[in-house]
């Protein structure tokens, strides 16, 4: 049988003990080699630990984290238990690293939001937060860290609490929010249940991750989109196959179903579904494989196939959701690639409509500039029709990122908002 997999990310602030709590939680599920942990407590000795093993070691994997003892880059770490596989990312605390965490939480089923029970809900914290429900994560899990250090105390748990529900409020995309006090440090409502807070009585974070739901998010439950990637065009001289290769973003196709081909236009029947281990009489998301049709049609990288009664929105103009990466500054008339599926076009930054304060979560209304880690709204102009849907529909076909023609760096990731199949058709 095989075990489903959930994907999740730790957030908050810097110090607040993310990577000392993915340590706990891989060490007390057994899920540590023995020269892993050999290396940690070498590690751990060389830093005065006088014994007591650094857990954020196992995540913290390049020299400057370890030397510095925080997260700068994003950390991947997999493990299974009987129930489940996991695959988690832990991303960077610090505001100049906020960057990396969008990359980390891009791909997320669950995000961990970590409080500091001595600091309470920062800014940093309200910010991954905010990004995390920006993203579209359905799950989150509040945990607040550190509770040995407020004495296992109750009523600053519950104070807590009520400080994020406050907040959380005003949070669109979240489905559902549960809140776990817990030590990292001690292991306390990580993997095992903790003797010092008997008034909890909810879930242990690695129970709550073994049984969290998040079928309703599954990509095979959405409509049919597939990017093309490659025309497939055999060198051993047969002249007759010609097949449209990529991998399902959602949905699912069948031998003999009606599609349609956009933003060009033309319809056809699949002919045949081919895999490297045969053919297929239906394919869902996420299978990688090569489409043939009944008919010849001029298809090229980067359009997408779908059924015709389910078409995307195709449109040159778009309103997105920017969160800016670059210490150089988006400004309005700013030329950029942007990458979109399999396709890539040029764009150009038609206006700036708002920032947000991830503090407050108010709107900074016609901003004249956006800066390293902020968040905002903008029109945007392509070169070519796209293909796509809402990022809250489908997260696949409604991100893109924003490329720097002269340097070839990432500047920016963006979700295309609600409202974007307004856009104009070219």
Same mark, same amino acid.
């Given at each position: 049988?095989?075990?489903? #997999?959930?994907?999740?990310?730790? %957030?908050?602030?810097?110090?607040? /003990?993310?990577? @000392? $709590?993915?340590?706990? =939680? &891989?060490? *007390? ?7 892993? #942990?050999?290396?940690?407590?070498? %590690?751990?000795?060389?830093?005065? /630990?006088?014994? @007591? $093993?650094?857990?954020? =070691? &196992?995540? *913290? ?13 994003? %950390? ?351």
């Amino acid at each position: 049988m095989t075990l489903d #997999l959930l994907r999740f990310t730790t %957030a908050g602030s810097v110090d607040d /003990g993310k990577s @000392t $709590l993915i340590g706990r =939680l &891989l060490y *007390d599920s057994k899920q540590v080699f023995d020269d892993q #942990l050999a290396h940690v407590a070498e %590690a751990s000795e060389r830093r005065g /630990g006088e014994g @007591t $093993l650094d857990l954020a =070691l &196992l995540t *913290d994997g390049l020299r400057a984290e370890r030397e510095q003892g925080i997260t700068i880059d994003v %950390a991947y770490r997999y493990f299974a238990t009987p129930r489940r596989r996991f695959i988690i990312a832990d991303c960077p605390g610090h505001q100049q690293y906020t960057r990396n965490m969008v990359t980390g939480a891009s791909t997320a089923d669950v995000s961990v939001v970590l409080l500091d029970a001595r600091r309470g809900v920062l800014e940093q914290s309200k910010r991954h937060a905010f990004i995390s429900a920006l993203l579209g994560i359905p799950e989150m899990v509040v945990a607040v860290n550190k509770m040995d250090l407020v004495d296992y105390s109750e009523d600053r748990y519950a104070e807590l609490r009520a400080e994020f529900e406050g907040y959380a409020e005003k949070l669109d995309g979240v489905k559902t929010i549960t809140y776990i006090p817990l030590s990292a440090l001690n292991g306390d409502n990580v993997v095992t249940r903790s003797a010092q807070m008997p008034w909890y009585d909810g879930p242990v974070l690695l129970d709550h991750l073994e049984n969290v739901e998040v079928a309703y998010d599954h990509p095979g439950e959405k409509p049919a989109r597939f990017p093309v990637q490659w025309v497939v065009r055999p060198s051993n001289g047969d002249g007759d196959y010609r097949g449209y290769a990529g991998q399902l973003a959602s949905g699912a196709l069948r031998r003999g179903e009606e599609i349609a081909v956009v933003p060009s236009g033309g319809r056809s029947r699949i002919a045949a579904i081919d895999t490297f281990d045969g053919q297929l009489e239906e394919a869902s998301a996420p299978m990688s494989f090569t489409l043939r049709l009944e008919d010849e049609l001029d298809i090229s990288r980067g359009e997408l196939i779908c059924h015709p009664d389910e078409a995307p929105s195709v449109g040159r103009e778009l309103r997105a959701d920017i969160c800016w990466m670059a210490t150089d500054l988006l400004r309005p008339g700013g030329k950029y690639l942007l990458k979109h599926t399999s396709r890539t076009v040029t764009a150009v930054i038609d206006g700036l409509e708002d920032l947000l304060d991830t503090h407050s979560l108010e709107r900074i209304e016609a901003p004249t500039e956006m800066g390293l880690n902020d968040i905002g709204r903008a029109r945007l102009r392509t070169s070519a029709p796209l293909a796509f849907d809402p990022y809250s529909s489908n997260r696949r076909t409604g991100s893109f990122i924003l490329i720097d023609e002269s340097t070839n760096a990432t500047v920016a990731a963006g979700m295309i908002a609600q409202d974007a199949s307004t856009a104009r058709a070219d």
